[in-house]
Nanobody, 126 residues
Framework: LVQLMESGGGSVQAGGSLRLSCTHIGSTSNPFCMGWFRQAPGKEREGVAAIDDVGSTAYADSVLGRFTISKDYAKNTLYLQMNNLKPEDTAMYYC????????????????????WGKGILVSVSS
C-alpha cells in the first residue's frame, strides 16, 4: 500500500515560482515510478513530469525548461520545482505512483496509476 500527500501549492503571480512536495509511505514492486499530473477546470488530466527509481525523468512539452522533478530518497519525498509560472499552469496538481511502464515517458499518459494523492491547488495570476 502506498500513501501520498501533496503540499506546497498556493497562489503566485505570473513569472513566480512554487515547489510542490509529495511525501509517500510504502512502495510498489520495482521498478517504481512517480509522476506529477494536473487538471484544470473543464480540462482533462495531463501528465506534467515523471521520474523512475534510477532518476530518469520525462516532461510534458508545455513545462519543459520551466519545471523540474526530483526525489529525495532519504525523505521519501517527491518534488516539483515550478519556475516562470504562467496563468495556464493553474490547476489541481496530483502526485501518483506505480510500477514503471517500459519507459519513464510512458508515465505521462499512464492515467491508470494505482496510487494518487488528493491533489493540491496551484493558482497563477497574470
Amino acid at each position: 500500500l502506498v500513501q501520498l500527500m501533496e503540499s506546497g501549492g498556493g497562489s503566485v503571480q505570473a513569472g513566480g515560482s512554487l515547489r510542490l512536495s509529495c511525501t509517500h509511505i510504502g512502495s510498489t514492486s520495482n521498478p517504481f515510478c512517480m509522476g506529477w499530473f494536473r487538471q484544470a477546470p473543464g480540462k482533462e488530466r495531463e501528465g506534467v513530469a515523471a521520474i523512475d527509481d534510477v532518476g530518469s525523468t520525462a516532461y510534458a512539452d508545455s513545462v519543459l525548461g520551466r519545471f523540474t522533478i526530483s526525489k529525495d530518497y532519504a525523505k521519501n519525498t517527491l518534488y516539483l520545482q515550478m519556475n516562470n509560472l504562467k496563468p495556464e499552469d493553474t490547476a489541481m496538481y496530483y502526485c501518483a505512483a506505480d510500477s514503471c511502464p517500459p519507459s519513464v515517458a510512458g508515465v505521462l499518459t499512464f492515467y491508470g496509476m494505482d496510487y494518487w494523492g488528493k491533489g493540491i491547488l496551484v493558482s497563477v495570476s497574470s
